[in-house]
């Protein structure tokens, strides 16, 4: 990677970091880099990835052309591509160093540049395929569809995103299909046990929450030698013994609907054998359905539905949660879960096809069209009017994004009546809706087209003589 066809100096383009990047944090995050694999950062820069996940015990190397070009890169578990391909200025070059980053992971490479959003952030002359600046370096920005769909040319697999501008690539579609299952299917965490007794109980649980029995393999080992003086079958009666039927009934009514999800999401991506599902997967299909092609025909369908405006519009209507406006769905994150599978379908396939923000309260779901917005109000749970940080959109007839920050506007957008984003058994609820009934009761949503925005919202506040202190609405005290 000379830099040599434009003179760009892409040392320049080299950041320190005291944190680890976003990439390298949204890996540690997703499991897929920790204790037990070798990680390789492909053009490390200044090093800041390669000190921090030192600094957590890991086991990684940096290689870069002009910082640390002493030792040669090695094939290992994970390759770390980050801001790299969007300082090549010749694009047969920035192919090269992305096949030759795939050629050195072994299981996964972990792509991250620079995105379209950026634009007004590079300053400099437009040349081919992007800008050359002043300080001569060369910026390339993707927009999120355009990364995936680049790194699956190059690589020849099926890619994931991971958040925006952040692409994995597995070496093998095994590894490819746990990743999606950790994120669509619900876990189920098992209960710490240290005799039989306890292990029995852990057992219970378990099947309450999948709705069916435990397979040897999926137990944590030293549980399985604490049950291992236990016939299966007289496991199985102790076990169904103790348990709750409605318990066990609503957890397979869970895994039912989330095996369904799951199916439909891998089709959207393009869907593999029975073979290649992850173990719990396949005792899920085992349990719940007749067969392999019959759970895969009804997540056909559910998709076919996702494609039917009267279908979507009539499951957010329907939906328990959620606000409703005459254009989208608007879900709180901790309330997203509790959607019908057909919305959560939606949002999931969102997700997968242009990554899903790390950062985000709110997920508006459009039913005129098909696109999804994450929507970042950082300040949710203790704001009674929210301010809108920043907005993630992915339209899924185009794969486009756009993205907008709030972070400097003067009038930023603000929420009313927090408790209909919400589950109605969600702990903070009654706080909020008793807000809002008093926010009403004093005429303070008379001008629904006056409240959406910071200055319109205190110009109501101010003609109803009120303000808030906390989540509790008060008379205005004017100065002596």
């Not at 949660?321 to 989208?328: D, F, Q, R, W, Y």
């Not at 508006?364 to 940080?389: C, N």
């Amino acid at each position: 990677m000379s830099g040599l066809h434009w003179a760009s100096d892409r040392r320049l383009t080299a950041i320190s970091r005291t944190t680890l990047s976003v990439a390298a944090r949204q890996a540690v995050v997703d499991g897929e880099v920790n204790a037990s694999t070798r990680v390789l950062d492909y053009g490390s820069g200044r090093g800041g990835d390669v000190r921090g996940l030192r600094e957590m015990r890991f086991q990684v190397e940096g290689w870069d052309p002009f910082y640390a070009p002493d030792q040669s890169p090695q094939a290992t578990d994970v390759v770390l591509l980050t801001y790299v391909l969007n300082v090549i200025e010749d694009s047969e070059e920035r192919r090269e160093a992305l096949q030759r980053a795939w050629e050195l992971a072994e299981r996964l490479l972990v792509v991250t540049t620079r995105l379209t959003w950026d634009r007004s952030k590079v300053r400099g002359q437009l040349y081919e395929d992007g800008v050359l600046t002043s300080r001569r370096t060369f910026q390339h920005l993707f927009s999120p569809a355009e990364l995936r769909s680049y790194v699956e040319e190059t690589t020849g697999v099926r890619c994931v995103s991971a958040a925006p501008g952040i692409v994995y690539a597995f070496k093998n579609d095994d590894a490819r299909l746990r990743y999606l299952a950790r994120k669509i299917v619900p876990h189920a965490d098992w209960l710490a046990s240290d005799d039989s007794g306890s292990a029995i109980a852990a057992v219970v649980d378990y099947i309450e929450q999948r709705g069916r029995l435990p397979q040897l393999e999926e137990m944590p080992g030293e549980m399985a030698k604490l049950l291992s003086h236990l016939q299966p079958n007289e496991l199985q009666r102790i076990v169904k013994k103790s348990a709750d039927s409605k318990r066990v009934s609503e957890g397979a009514k869970r895994s039912t609907l989330s095996t369904l999800l799951f199916l439909a999401v891998e089709l959207f991506n393009g869907r593999g054998p029975y073979r290649n599902l992850p173990l719990p997967l396949q005792l899920d299909v085992k349990a719940f359905f007749s067969s392999y092609k019959e759970a895969c025909v009804r997540a056909d369908r559910l998709l076919l539905r996702l494609r039917d405006d009267a279908y979507v519009r009539g499951a957010m209507r329907a939906s328990r949660v959620g606000k409703l406006t005459p254009t989208a769905l608007y879900v709180h994150r901790r309330a997203a879960q509790h959607m019908p599978t057909v919305l959560r379908l939606y949002e999931h396939c969102a997700s997968i096809a242009a990554g899903r923000p790390g950062s985000w309260a709110v997920v508006k779901l459009r039913h005129q069209g098909r696109a999804v917005s994450w929507l970042e109000y950082p300040e949710f749970d203790t704001d009674p009017h929210p301010k809108l940080y920043s907005s993630y959109m992915v339209d899924l007839t185009t794969l486009r994004t756009s993205f907008k920050s709030y972070e400097g506007s003067a009038n930023r957008p603000l929420l009313h009546r927090k408790h209909e984003f919400l589950d109605a058994d969600d702990p903070d609820v009654p706080k909020y809706r008793r807000l809002t009934q008093s926010e009403v009761r004093v005429g303070l949503y008379q001008n629904p087209h006056l409240i959406g925005t910071e200055d319109g919202w205190e110009a109501e506040l101010v003609r109803c003589e009120r303000e808030l202190r906390g989540h509790r609405l008060v008379r205005r005290r004017y100065g002596t």
